[in-house]
């Protein structure tokens, strides 16, 4: 199973990005999504979380300037992320907590991460 994530990039403050990311590979079902990320002498924190229902979860320091969602038939992940601030600076990893086709048990994957700069 592989996780590709892809959106990230350079935008002034108050802009605006779209991070994707896509899993791949012998997958019966996903879980759990959602995004982390970690900023330079930061530890990794969580941005978002949304269930397989659609349940969301988010960082105090995120809500209502990022929106997460999924397309489960496509096993993607997408977090929204507008009024972007310096702050958000930051690699983006995605993860997803999957069920392999003959294996009872799920396994958590990590996508490569994408980075996010915010210049002020």
């Known amino acids: 199973v592989q996780l590709q994530a892809s959106g990230g990039g350079l935008v002034q403050a108050g802009g605006s990005l779209r991070l994707s990311c896509a899993a791949s590979g012998s997958i019966f079902s996903i879980n759990g999504m959602g995004w982390y990320r970690q900023a330079p002498g930061k530890q990794r924190e969580l941005v978002a979380t949304?269930?397989?229902?659609?349940?969301?979860n988010y960082a105090d320091s995120v809500k209502g300037r990022f929106t997460i969602s999924r397309d489960n038939a496509k096993n993607t992940v997408y977090l929204q992320m507008n009024s972007l601030k310096p702050e958000d600076t930051a690699v983006y990893y995605c993860y997803a907590v999957v069920f392999i086709a003959g294996v009872h048990s799920p396994y958590d994957y990590w996508g490569q991460g994408t980075q996010v700069t915010v210049s002020s």
């Open positions: 949304i269930a397989s229902g659609g349940s969301t």
